[in-house]
């Protein structure tokens, strides 16, 4: 799912101070609505079955060709997991049992929370659905390094690797300076 | 921070489908805008300072006059820790170091996604910020159960006690049903 955040005829709305609030914030001026913009979240899955991980190859923008994990948008009154049930269900087919929380990650150029489960499939059939041009049940020397959709794939899968054989973990963050580094332009 | 996220005046807008999407959105009928609404992020983190915890009574609705942790919306283009050092720092003006994420809890029917950390002062000063009636370090036979302003406060300061002397947890979610019901009307 695209999402714009901006309304392009909305010239009534500046930037301005409103009580009780340490940032200025976009008020209008007709009728002092204040349009509060605050980070969104990301819900998704790193999915295995057997010795294999699903991949969706991503039919849409950004980055469409692309291989990522399902992952999407939390809608209003769901569940983080429910949302990255949701997500699996509507980009591969997939019904999945979540595990665990994997990774936490603050994307703050694009003013994201993503929140990635270790998941596994309730049943093998996976198939693309409208936002995925592929999807795939992949060993790890199948994953396509080079051609992963976001940052954040990549890390998740590296730290998925990392914990393959426990649950004794805790969950991932961005990973520090120099570990992970994103091998695609 | 109290948000409003209905704006008043915008009769244009009306549910309606929009393409690769499963869900109906406001759709402005003047100009086709999106606006999706989406759950929003919360931070916050349980403090600790020696065999105490931070507490802070609310000087603002919702809920004024109960005690919390430290905790509030997250901004635009912050990390999910840079936003709970901010929120302990405004309500507490108290300077934390975070420690690890404690729990994750959804809360379906405001749709919040509440990302809390285990943290602890750095140095021993707190005073209440202007959200803030009144801070305290508290023992945990001092913390007023029955005076808790939110069913996630009260769930993340039993989980802390129960890991109190350890950082081999995974972060707690919305506690099964029966588990620390919430004892405040």
């Not at 695209?2 to 930037?15: G, I, L, R, S, Y």
């Not at 101070?17 to 209008?28: F, I, M, N, Q, T």
């Not at 007709?30 to 998704?44: A, L, S, T, W």
């Not at 693309?128 to 060993?139: C, H």
Request: net charge negative; hydrophobic share 35%.
């Amino acid at each position: 799912m695209v999402q714009k955040t901006e309304h392009p005829h909305a010239p009534e709305f500046t930037k301005r101070d409103v009580g009780g609030d340490s940032l200025k914030r976009s008020v209008c001026d007709r009728c002092g609505f204040i349009d509060y913009q605050n980070p969104k979240v990301i819900v998704g899955s790193a999915i295995r079955h057997k010795n294999r991980i699903l991949m969706c190859k991503r039919a849409i923008e950004p980055r469409i060709g692309y291989w990522t994990l399902p992952a999407g948008f939390l809608e209003l009154h769901e569940t983080a997991e429910e949302g990255a049930m949701r997500e699996a269900q509507e980009e591969a087919c997939a019904e999945i049992e979540i595990e665990r929380l994997l990774a936490v990650y603050s994307v703050t150029h694009i003013s994201q929370v993503q929140l990635i489960y270790k998941a596994h499939l309730v049943r093998p059939e996976i198939a693309p659905g409208p936002e995925s041009q592929e999807v795939a049940l992949m060993e790890w020397d199948e994953i396509p390094w080079t051609e992963l959709a976001f940052p954040s794939v990549f890390w998740t899968l590296n730290y998925l690797r990392e914990v393959w054989d426990t649950d004794d973990f805790t969950p991932f963050g961005n990973p520090p300076e120099g570990k992970y580094p994103f091998p695609v332009k």
